[in-house]
């Protein structure tokens, strides 16, 4: 399987600069920012999280761990919960199970992201494989996707 045809479809479209990174199969964040050499602060992880029967993604570093009782305060529900791999495969098709990319909006599902991403001026972030990744600037992904900004990240 090569990057997601839906989010290269949507950068193609919108005339986005992008790199496809190829590395070795790889399954965690910290593993991936290993084989691409990149700072855990620059690689965007996506967790996927459940709030009163939805589905939320939160984007933050790598080299964080998500607060939820910030990001369900900011989301405007009672409770945040993580989500199971195996609740949320369904909504990324196209992608392998874990690999989605941050690009909520192309799956119907909101995205939230850690105010620290806001302050590179790159990302990298899984292109939906365990064996690819898209470097890109962050002004396009926030142009593009239009994420809440809330500060839920707290370094790991």
């Known amino acids: 399987m090569s990057i997601s045809a839906k989010l290269q479809g949507y950068l193609d479209e919108h005339k986005v600069r992008y790199h496809v990174l190829k590395h070795h ?9 290993e084989a691409l050499h990149v700072p855990g602060k620059e690689l965007a992880k996506v967790v996927m999280v459940r709030t009163n029967g939805k589905f939320i993604m939160a984007v933050l570093p790598s080299n964080h761990m998500i607060h939820l009782k910030t990001l369900a305060q900011a989301a405007g529900v009672e409770h945040a919960t993580l989500a199971e791999e195996s609740e949320f495969a369904g909504l990324f098709p196209d992608c392998e ?25 790159e990302i990298v972030f899984e292109a939906g494989t365990h064996r690819e990744a898209i470097k890109m600037a962050y002004r396009d992904f926030q142009r593009l996707v239009q994420p809440e900004v809330v500060n839920f990240g707290r370094r790991a």
Not at 25 to 33: C, H, L
Not at 102 to 121: A, I, K, R
Request: proline share 9%; aromatic share 12%.
């Open 25 to 33: 199969e790889t399954y965690t964040a910290k593993e991936i920012a």
């Open 97 to 121: 199970v874990g690999a989605m990319p941050p690009f909520g909006n192309l799956y119907n599902v909101p995205v939230y992201v850690d105010q620290s991403l806001t302050e590179d001026e």
